[in-house]
DNA sequence: ACCAAGCTTTAAGTTAATTGTAATGTAACA
DNA sequence: TGTTACATTACAATTAACTTAAAGCTTGGT
């Protein structure tokens, strides 16, 4: 399995090749772009873990590239310099780079860098089909519930709402989270529905088979766990 | 209103002297430790924002200090080298140090790095979901307490209660603060509201895992402490 | 266009837990 | 030893959540 999806921006082909290799060889996915505005392109048109971004490019420089980023895009970015040169190093952590390396540096460094980098990841579930607690099983692509190998019958809303606790099942959620994330309003002056669409779940869940799942904070909303 | 806390822990009296006066005259508040075990049990018993830390230490190293700090806090921290050796470097973005300096360093290029790890503060860093003192464990996301691994119930009240404490651990807070800052009232003529929910979080914690968590500061207030 | 069926929302009554008050007991300080 | 500050407890008031039923929507079929 791929240790995390890496973007490299760097012109200079001995470097880019020199660094592509070490990291595929320490189980990275690696892309690669030469100048500025592709791998900016780039940057954004695909989901990667973390980019290394030369300063110098062609095109569109990458402070620039970085700062263009950082308006659609929280990636980590792992800044190359040669010039040792303070102020570029502050404006790249200034604008939003998590790090930056000075040329020439060795590559154990660099890769010391990217752990530390990708450790910060979120660890936000990315669009999983499948998702589950316990026995309780969910399929996106299918709208599917099963309980075990039976299959529970829910309405939308009803899917809509299970499907938004499981995927934050550990953390509590408070009512007006839901509201908006399942039912998409922004606010509501007095609503009891997020409660009963509640009820509905644990009538087909934790009432059937005999579970407690769904779990009420009182003072501040629900909570799936096991 | 200052800028964050900042401990910094730096034997060499020149050095600290220095970055202490320029943090404080970015707006930053400094503590100081001289050795590696003074400020790792300062780093553990008040809330830092960010940690400066020497690797060469007397009494405990900064790596150690560092390892261990890690094993109950997430707070960022920024390591100080005077060797320019890689291996040094590595370990300590590999145990956890979120950036790290070699000396002699422009203290332009130490502020930017300041200004980068605080911006990593994300609304869901650890250093925020999880807050501790000692055993006791308070994660807001979960809206969980543990002592060691037993998980306790608290309602709402001694919840928020017990989070504003943990928050300002090592400081004496008066009934005052915590009504306004936990119940929200500006002033109220005569209630004896947080004593009484002291004594609900005493009886949920210190007489329960008998330890003297929660201490009475007679005539000021209370107080959080090991 | 109308109806039926199912889904969604509101609302009201009920139950349960938390919260705050007040009265009484205990320890600290002068 | 008197006085003040804090600790403790019981209970009543308050607030939050649960449950149910009925009204209001949608949707698809004729």
Request: aromatic content about 6%.
């Amino acid at each position: 399995m791929s240790q995390g999806r890496i973007l490299l921006i760097e012109d200079e082909t001995k470097i880019r090749r020199f660094i592509q290799l070490e990291l595929e060889h320490e189980g990275y996915t690696v892309e690669e772009e030469q100048d500025g505005r592709s791998g900016l392109d780039k940057a954004l048109s695909k989901n990667f873990d973390l980019i290394i971004l030369d300063v110098m490019l062609p095109s569109l420089n990458g402070m620039e590239v970085l700062r263009r980023l950082r308006q659609n895009s929280q990636t980590p970015v792992i800044m190359l310099t040669a010039r040792d040169e303070i102020t570029d190093k502050v404006m790249g952590l200034d604008i939003g780079a998590d790090d930056y390396m000075t040329k020439p540096f060795a590559i154990e460094e660099l890769l010391a860098r990217i752990r530390a980098a990708l450790k910060h990841r979120r660890v936000d579930a990315p669009s999983l089909t499948a998702i589950q607690i316990g026995s309780l099983k969910l399929n996106r692509n299918r709208h599917q519930v099963t309980y075990g190998d039976e299959e529970l019958e829910l309405t939308k809303r009803e899917f809509d709402l299970l499907e938004y606790l499981i995927l934050n099942k550990g953390i509590v959620l408070t009512r007006d989270a839901i509201l908006e994330k399942v039912w998409g309003y922004d606010f509501m002056g007095d609503t009891n529905i997020v409660d009963v669409y509640i009820r509905y779940l644990r009538g087909k869940i934790d009432d059937k088979y005999q579970v407690k799942l769904i779990h009420t904070v009182r003072g501040v909303g629900y909570q799936l766990k096991l």
